[in-house]
């Protein structure tokens, strides 16, 4: 049985080599083969745009207000140009009303954080076993 799978292995090889005798055929492969290489031409679009690159600092955005924004009222610059009718004591450069202003900031500040966590712990008690929940009340109150 093997050597009757052998020689049929072996006829179905020799079936599939490629036979070459016609004579017309050998030279139109040599005929191609002896042509040149094809050359390939590629025309470069002539450039019809312009790339303007504008260099934009790092912290531009912070340190370099446009002259139409008005800077943001939390980070006011201190005064340099004295009012002579201003409330300061001359050679101390102690402002009162700048003083009261900051202490009733952090008082309202205070109180507003206290509000805060007043809530959160409300929360916490109320829906402790709720999906989530564990994100808001996993700690300790701040």
């Given amino acids: 049985m093997s050597v009757s799978c052998l020689i ?20 139109r492969i040599k005929a191609a083969l002896q042509k040149p290489a094809p050359k390939l031409v590629i025309n470069a679009p002539k450039p019809d745009f312009r ?27 201190p005064k340099t140009n004295r009012d002579p009718h201003d409330s300061t004591i001359v050679g101390v ?7 009261g202003r900051g202490i009733s900031k952090a008082i309202r500040t205070r109180r507003a954080h206290a509000e805060v966590m007043e809530a959160i712990m409300e929360y916490c008690r109320l829906h402790r076993d709720e999906p989530g ?7 300790p109150p701040r």
């Fill in 8 to 27: 049929v292995v072996c006829a179905l090889l020799g079936a599939q080599a490629p036979r070459v005798t016609d004579e017309a055929a050998l030279a």
């Fill in 51 to 77: 790339v303007n690159i504008d260099a934009i600092r790092p912290f531009a955005d912070i340190f370099e207000l446009p002259p139409w924004v008005t800077p943001p009222t939390g980070y006011e610059a």
């Fill in 93 to 99: 450069g102690f402002d009162p009303y700048a003083a």
């Fill in 133 to 139: 929940a564990a994100g808001v009340c996993g700690g």
